[in-house]
């Protein structure tokens, strides 16, 4: 008895967009001793948010306020909009593939870099649009090249990350504005910007909300080390983010999540520790690398493409990590693909890398 | 400039399944001192659950495993079925959206019964399809009329929850058995338990996971008194599981209720302490009506609907009741909403319930 699936889901592949190092734990047999592939932070939490969710879960027994209304608040005052122009959602992975279900109908074009980030294709697939990409610029996603596509192909939605997930590479503020500016009349850009906070330089361009033809995503996974509390947000002009309502979980935010997402927004200082710390965490790997006469692309991420010249080579070192108990991920499509993406860890995984990497080579 | 939002997105209205206590709170400008009509928990979590979220908060910056691997192991040994034959989800309206968007084409067609669970009609609505309702019999869902009107407007997917919300009445494990055999072949019936452990009788039928027809919903938002936590799963033949999996949002369980999850399922004794509370507590409120000259429906659930004989008089002992700093919801549609739905409180929390109400009548 064949199930009544429609025919996009019957047509889907059943791939995900990534294999979760547990999943790799159990066909090895044995933990991991450093995780640096996931691109978690290694640079803990606020106190502040840690100790408002340790208190938080004796009060799991009800749900989050599904109007987010305090933490929205917070945050529309972090970035000076207003509160009816912030969507919280459990992570960006969520809100992409809100943005999708938005602005994409059956056979619409969004248009993205052959190589970023993943999850959101996963989502074009899964709500049945068509994905056009277009090449990365050597290491760099590139703009001018995305809104071309985007307006040869009459795409409502483009996808940039910057920070760029997997390289770490950026764009400065100037250039993602004329970006913006060049965005189309009937396309959206989805500007990913869940990095961010690693950069050093002020990189991210000035937030207009009056401006419908951009969404800027943020989350509390990356710089505020809360990955496992699936809580992000996104800002964006208010009739977009009316539309976000209209489809969203609205109960679907976990109640300890939004608590400790609003001490952190709360906790101000706490991310330019994290900012100094990964800065030098970066400059670690990058002395490293030049150290062993390798490449390795500038960063404002929480990890550092190395370059090792070829596919295969890079390969074999993800695989030979992986036996020294060092899950690490590399990118996946060409011309990236030579690279492999140095999570940055705490000092005992780095060592435990770097020995292993140099064995390695 | 307008948005490009889909067609389907353009005509969906700004509503949503629920107003959250919160929003209520903020109107009012002070909190509730009684919170009893979320079907919240009153009955509290597993002691072991607590430890270990508590202590797993200090690990927030990781993910969960995106295959809920430990978890759906555990949930399959408790129930008797493989590992691929669970779907774990951030809760049951997560799962539902899923089940909706899998299944139907847009104006594809879903049977429920009107005044039903209002977040799967949000779903059907959310993504296209389009309800087909038949009223319910008396206080209780009627199963025969839902799969009469699913053979007759050849719907894939018919809704039933067992016990009901929001009237707490409940069918047999035969009646709902002969339902799911009734089932017609291009159909699924989406069987949603979510409070089946408050039942004292035994009203789940086997689960038979070789059956293709029907998805069972769980949750650990109910009796596990977990709902802050947004976790949930489905129980199905291997290849629904599978269509679920083309389309989840693999990264999107909070790493905490993961864990939270599974020290739940493994603390056996918990839920029989919950069922025998919710009972008492059931019967509290069954006396207390019946003192007052006022019929309440016998439940299998946390809440007890309480018939005040009138639309009128239901709307107005509700906003009483919030007058009087009690939070407590009714059904909405007819001939449901001649009943207020009081939930399971604290004992300080059915004292304040009991002089508001008898105030207010």
Known sequence: MPIPFTQLVNTLPATTPFVGPETLERQRGKPFRA?????????????????????????SAWYADPENYDLRQALAQKHGVDIDEICVDAGIDTLLGLTVRMLLEHNG????????????????????????????????????????????????????????????????????????????????????????????????????????????????????????QRIAYAIAHQDIIQGFN????????NRIAQIGALASVKDGGFLDTVTQAAESGRQRVMNFASDLGLYAEPSSTNFVAVDLESTERAQAMITKLADLDVFMRM????????????GLGSDAEFDLFATAFKQAL
Not at 128 to 144: C, K, M, R, S, W
Not at 154 to 181: E, R
Request: proline share 7%.
């Open 246 to 253: 209209k489809i969203r979980n609205h109960f679907g935010i």
């Open 109 to 228: 074009k969004a248009v993205t870099s052959h190589g970023a980030y993943p999850t959101f294709n996963y989502h074009v697939a899964g709500f049945g649009a068509e994905l056009v990409t277009v090449p990365f610029q050597g290491f760099h996603e590139d703009p001018d090249a995305l809104i071309e596509t985007t307006k040869k192909v009459n795409a409502p939605l483009v996808y940039l990350s910057n920070p760029d997930n997997p390289m770490g590479t950026w764009h400065s503020a100037d250039v993602i504005q004329s970006m913006i500016d060049a965005v189309p009349e009937n396309s959206i850009l989805a500007l990913d910007e869940a990095y961010i906070e690693f950069a050093v330089d002020d990189i991210a361009p000035a937030i207009d909300t009056s401006n419908p033809r951009v969404i800027r995503f943020r989350t509390f996974s990356k710089a505020y080390g809360m990955a496992g």
């Open 331 to 342: 990118p996946g499509v060409a011309p990236l693909n030579r690279c492999v993406r140095v």
């Open 35 to 59: 995780r640096i592939g996931a691109n978690e932070s290694v640079f803990g939490m606020s106190d502040a948010a840690l100790q408002a969710m340790q208190q938080a879960v004796a009060g």
